[in-house]
């Protein structure tokens, strides 16, 4: 399954959920994969220093090894970028994983926190769009992959659990996605 196509075709489905939200609506939020066109947004946004970090360097389709899956989305509101997700949809692990994420310095909507949740709703939406296409892919957690150190008291508040040896390489926080 070519998951680029899908969560193309998911994020559309998500916004129009995430709309009914009394929440989300208000802000006109708009989520898309992060195509080159997006990437190339994000990082010119990131030289009138909206962002810290330039996601076309870290989103851009040479990161990724043959075989892996991205996991990109940006999130708009009047037609500007206000944050991104760059990570990957691990089979292995079983997990969506995060590697960069960053809100707009100029968008004060978001504390760390609701940042957080807005990712844990969207990457739960994703999961259930996965299980419900007919695919093969399990996923049963997010992974925010070395987080930065002071942001990990926000993911332990938000049900996150610290690993330190996630992968071999790399710490991580782990949210569980299983039903209880």
Known sequence: ???????????????????????????????????????????????????????????????????????????????LPVGYVLGRIDPDTCAFEIFYTEVSNFYTFFDKCGWIRLIIDILSALKICLETADTSMVVDKIVQINPVPSTISNFVDMGFEYDASYTTRSEGMVLNLHEK
Not at 12 to 29: E, G, R, V
Not at 46 to 63: I, L, Q, T, Y
Request: hydrophobic fraction near 35%; proline fraction near 4%; charged fraction near 20%.
């Open 1 to 79: 399954m070519d998951l680029v196509k899908f969560q193309n075709d998911a994020y559309p489905a998500i916004q129009a959920y995430l709309d009914k939200h009394p929440t989300f609506a208000k802000y006109n939020f708009k989520i898309c994969y992060c195509t080159n066109l997006v990437l190339n947004d994000l990082s010119t946004l990131k030289n009138k220093k909206h962002f810290n970090w330039d996601a076309e360097v870290s989103g851009s389709d040479a990161m990724y090894m043959e075989g892996e899956s991205p996991l990109k989305f940006a999130i708009y509101t009047n037609n």
